[in-house]
């Protein structure tokens, strides 16, 4: 099985702790479209033949930004060169994009997941983030996707913005328990070099909040939405049972798909490789006959490293024995003296072979995963 992502480079306006690749130009939409259907077909067999597609994903950018009849274009590229046998179709989406008609027709297209960018119920933080919609809009759109029919829907939230304690986090996590989602995806607010609020910490005009402060604040996230019957399948990510996002969970459990657009990465089972992160030589590339794909090279190391790392990150945790199977690498072994010192500090635990993080390990994965790299 395999899934396809469609990176659709496009915002309404720019939030300001954003670096991923996007434009708020979107004169040359249509013809971006246009390319984004003409990959989809010149890489159709990136994949390994035979291998259905399950999953796909609109990501961005805004996704929710172009029209139906532009998804329902891309969509048909999809079906026509793929062979898809789909359990799984999410859109990310901003709450002042979906009207109810808007809605309906996304239903109707097949789409049966929706991510929505809602981050905060106070309007005072949406307008520091620069977002486009406010508080009303996001409780507006949650009731008007359940009427259209949508059973899965996922809400973004950001913790860490700050303030002289956790009031406004806490009620935004009673704002979200109330409209009852079957997913929460959840992620830290930092700063980033070439963002707003980078500019801005530069010129002392904002300071992120402190790690003690964040931390604090994750623990908060990870009570609150535990008493309410949700599993953190992933550092960032917690759904009700059944209702995990199959096309991130194949992410991190290294399950091949092809990114397509500006930006986008792919895996091919082995290699990695990206997009360019340009619109315009984007859609150039792809009119003169080229490709705007370049290959990564990842050793044998690279990809030990990077599964370590991904799969340290969910529920799962890292197969052991999958490892020694698939590279000869005994973990366990070749680790042994630090992961004895990991489990000292009770931040990982060991059950029949596959390495888990413990709760208080959740706040520091990278720096676990770094001690257990080759």
Known sequence: MSGIYIHVPYCLQACRYCDFHFSTNRLNLNEMVEMICLELVNRKDYLAKGDPIET????????????????????????????????????????????????????????????????????????????SHNAEESLNVINKARSAGFKTLSMDLIYGFPHDDHGLWIKDLEATLKQNPEHISSYCLTVEPKT???????????????????????????????????????????AKEGAFSMHNSNYWKGIPYLGVGPGAHSYD?????????????????LNSGKQAFQEDYLSEEDRINEYILTSLRTIWGVDTGWLKKKYGYDLLLQQVERIKSLEDQAVIQIENGFIKLSDKGKLLADYIASKLFI
């Open 196 to 238: 707003v609020l980078g500019a801005w910490e530069k010129k002392g005009k904002f300071k992120e909040s402190s790690e003690e402060f964040q931390a604090e604040q994750f623990e908060i996230l990870q009570q609150y939405l535990k008493e309410a019957g949700y599993i953190q399948y992933e550092i960032s990510n917690f």
């Open 56 to 131: 796909i994903y609109f990501g961005g950018g805004t996704p929710s930004i172009l029209p139906v009849n532009q998804l329902q274009k891309i969509w048909q590229t999809i079906q026509d060169n793929f062979d898809c046998q789909l359990k799984e179709v999410t859109l990310e989406a901003n709450p002042d994009d979906l009207g109810d008609k808007k809605l309906s027709e996304l239903l109707n297209m097949g789409i049966d997941r929706l991510s929505i960018g809602i981050q905060s119920f106070h309007d005072s933080v949406l307008q520091f983030y620069n977002r």
């Open 269 to 285: 089972g082995l290699h990695r490789g990206h997009n360019l992160s340009n619109n315009g030589k984007y859609i150039k590339l």
